[in-house]
């Protein structure tokens, strides 16, 4: 039986950032390219993976769609950070992206790239730099990580991003700021002191263009307040991650908030104007999830990005999850969600099933990287770092990809299996330290014990079980006898 696993692309593929959009009978997913055990953000060419919409267990690789090398700005800027795609009215298709140099540093002060080409995921190529009237690069507000829409024929480009001076007010009196420049936004303190204000260079802006998809019709604007405290928005403030979804009449706003684990949405009758803000739809950490407090995050958290799609009738959100201890080898995920009459989305409960359309069957050889919690009690949260402390990740050698630096007290889970007539669970482990894998259906409900003694391969050892028929999460928890490294590699069910 066919079925599709979170992630759901190759476990050596790491393409964060997604934009779901269907394009005729097929689903792209457009993101940046993070590189397996990464040193900084984004640092491969565009790659398109799609799927038959009526299949999505069946993703193919379509292959490179554009080079950093094709931009004019390269090398000086060599990473391409989130891209979204549009069709304009004459069929062909718009990729808008921005570049930035390692770690974000000379990013984020635009302009904002245009490549086109005749199909969602040929061979694209560079058409230039959306732009002011007079030719001049369009570089209002921070230019940073485009999302756009064809609103009936209207071109609009969403972008932006915030740092939350609210929370700093004495920010620009910090000695090594002042007089500096401030390059993470390519302008100096003077200036952003000055537009401050009047407005401000942060927070979600909306720009449209014209039917060239290049020259601005209209001077950008804001769309949601950039003062936060006491509006709706003061508990989840836009962060980044700007993308839009027109469902009716209205308009969704997601974005990736300041928590930087959740893609939040707001929604509007309008597109630039009046957003309320909805709630959130999904934490890379299930944080918020039945109340789940940050500090019982159930992943290492970080950086997220992503946004909704109706594919075949049924509504999803693409994000992605953290891998290798770092913010730089993210991996594409997606849930099923669910927009109710009133047009409110309910958070949603990450698993390793999302796309499958139904638990997983309790039957044949699973890999350990699909697991959706991965966490010791105390995982970090993620940002623009790579750690250097031990903690259990998804991880990956010249061969295998596998769960790495298991530890006392380590939960891994997936969600959800269906346990029919389940009689027998094997686990492939490696490594230096000793103790027992507690194999539970709930978090503390036991029902095998898996022995780990040291071995420089991988070896499989086996334990019969005894589980009621049913869907039931799978946890095995890590208790420890001897200190050692501990690695994963898979895990089997036998009937």
């Known amino acids: 039986m066919k079925q599709i696993f979170n992630p759901f692309l190759p476990l050596n593929e790491c393409i964060p950032d997604g934009e779901p959009h269907v394009f005729g009978d097929r689903v792209y997913l457009f993101g940046s390219h993070d590189k397996e055990d990464g040193e900084t953000f984004c640092m491969l060419d565009y790659t398109v993976y799609s799927a038959p919409v009526t299949d999505l267990k069946d993703w193919r690789c379509e292959g490179v769609i554009y080079r950093a090398s094709q931009d004019p700005d390269y090398p000086n800027r060599q990473y391409m950070y989130a891209p979204d795609v549009m069709q304009g009215s ?4 718009y990729l808008y992206y921005c570049m930035s140099g390692k770690d974000g540093h000379g990013g984020y002060f635009g302009p904002i790239s245009v490549a086109v080409c005749d199909t969602p995921a040929g061979k694209y190529e560079y058409l230039g730099y959306v732009r002011n009237p007079d030719g001049t690069p369009m570089q209002d507000y921070v230019c940073f990580d485009p999302g756009v829409i064809n609103d009936n024929g209207v071109y609009r480009i969403y972008y932006g991003t915030q740092y939350n001076f609210e929370e700093e007010p004495d920010f620009f009196e910090r000695e090594d700021l002042i007089g500096a420049e401030i390059s993470m936004f390519g302008k100096s303190r003077e200036e952003i002191v000055s537009m ?11 720009v449209v263009v014209g039917e060239d998809m290049l020259t601005i019709v209209d001077k950008p604007r804001h769309i949601i307040p950039v003062k936060v405290k006491g509006t709706d928005f003061e508990e989840h403030p836009f962060y980044e991650a700007s993308s839009m ?30 957003f309320k803000f909805g709630g959130t739809i999904v934490s890379n950490g299930d944080v918020g999830y039945n109340g789940r407090t940050e500090k019982d995050r159930l992943n290492m958290t970080g950086t997220t990005h992503g946004s909704i799609e109706n594919i075949h009738g049924e509504w999803y959100v693409f994000f992605h999850r953290l891998t290798h201890k770092s913010d730089y080898s993210r991996q594409a995920c997606a849930e099923k969600i669910i927009i109710k009459e009133d047009g409110s989305i309910d958070q949603v409960e990450i698993t390793s099933c999302g796309l499958n359309g139904g638990p997983l069957v309790g039957e044949g050889t699973y890999p350990a990287g699909i697991c959706c919690n991965l966490t010791n009690g105390h995982m970090p949260h993620g940002s623009n770092r790579k750690y250097d402390f031990a903690f259990p990740h998804v991880a990956n050698d010249e061969k295998d990809r596998f769960i790495a630096e298991i530890e006392d007290n380590t939960l891994i889970g997936y969600k959800y299996f269906d346990c029919r007539d389940v009689k027998r669970i094997s686990v492939s482990l490696r490594g230096t330290g000793k103790g027992v894998f507690r194999v539970c259906i709930e978090e503390n409900k036991e029902i095998a014990r898996i022995f780990m003694n040291p071995s420089e391969d991988w070896v499989e050892v086996s334990a019969d079980v005894v589980v ?22 898979s895990f089997s069910l036998a009937k």
């Open 90 to 93: 004459d069929g062909r298709y």
């Open 196 to 206: 401050a204000k009047k407005d401000s260079v942060m927070g979600p802006s909306m």
């Open 245 to 274: 979804r027109k469902i009716g009449d209205t308009y969704y706003f997601i974005y990736s908030s300041q928590q930087n684990h959740e893609l939040c949405y707001a929604t509007s009758k309008y597109p630039d104007r009046d």
């Open 468 to 489: 009621e028929n049913g869907v039931h999460p799978l946890y095995f928890i890590y208790e420890e006898e001897a200190a050692g490294e501990v690695e994963m590699l």
